[in-house]
């Protein structure tokens, strides 16, 4: 029998929606992602909040697309990303603890942003403080962030992990807060389903693709930052 020729599929694992501070909605996200991607599979990663995802998950039999649950959560040390993790993680706990909680779960914990600068955010995973990377039992390591001006961040990741492979699995997700911006980054992976990507990232043969045009995302961007920022104060404000 000739051997078939194997498939590989795109996912976009870290995307935001209205449950956090993104500008779509579940359904606006899935909309988009059905009309003008390829994307067989995405996760919603709403900040601390699991809503949006399980709204865009019980959606999803809709569409062609699986939706994975996911969230981001704000750690002591900037943001990790856990995936397969449907119940809510308080945030504001150490890295290593968040990343058990994720386990706990039966859930996949990706370092969220790596290197991203002090005078980019407060949320890069530990500024680049390399003992929290070579401490903390994350399972993936995220290597391309579509988010404007922190490339040089995606460099210093991927050298990174010329030393850690035996590591981590390597991811690639967009971080979008806007439509236009899912799936400039993306995660490959043998398969078509949202089953195969857990097994390419437990199995470390996972590939990242950079979509799109540097220059046209950041314009994208700026355009939507009031917006975005908007958002996130009104998210803020509600939980207080």
């Known amino acids: 029998m000739p051997v078939m020729p194997e498939t590989w599929s795109s996912a976009d694992i870290h995307l935001h929606t209205t449950g956090s501070d993104g500008l779509g909605t579940p359904r606006d996200v899935l909309d988009w ?9 995405i996760a919603i990663t709403d900040h601390n909040s699991v809503d949006g995802a399980h709204e865009a998950a019980a959606l999803a039999k809709e569409y062609r697309i699986e939706v994975i649950v996911g969230q981001e959560v704000d750690t002591m040390s900037g943001h990790v990303i ?5 119940e809510r993680i ?18 996949i914990a990706l370092v969220a942003h790596p290197f991203a ?5 407060k949320h890069g995973l530990c500024r680049g403080d390399r003992t929290v990377y070579d401490c903390v ?5 995220e290597i391309s962030n579509s988010t404007p001006l922190i490339f040089h961040a995606n460099w210093l990741a991927r050298r990174y992990m ?4 035996h590591r981590f699995a390597v991811t690639g997700g967009s971080d979008a807060h806007i439509l236009s911006a899912i799936g400039d980054s993306r995660t490959l992976f043998p398969g078509t389903t949202a089953a195969d990507l857990r097994c390419a990232i437990e199995a470390r043969t996972t590939r990242v693709d950079r979509k799109g045009f540097w220059l046209a ?14 958002r996130d104060y009104e998210q803020q404000t509600q939980k207080r």
């Open 90 to 107: 308080e945030p504001g706990a150490s890295a290593q603890d968040t990343v058990d909680a994720i386990h706990a779960q039966g859930g």
């Open 82 to 86: 856990g995936l397969w993790a449907p």
């Open 117 to 121: 600068p002090r005078w980019w955010a």
């Open 137 to 141: 039992d994350f399972d993936a390591f």
């Open 162 to 165: 010329r030393d850690h492979e």
């Open 33 to 41: 992602v059905s009309e003008h991607t390829d994307l067989s599979v």
């Open 217 to 230: 995302r950041n314009l994208r961007y700026a355009g939507n930052i009031r917006a975005i920022l908007a």
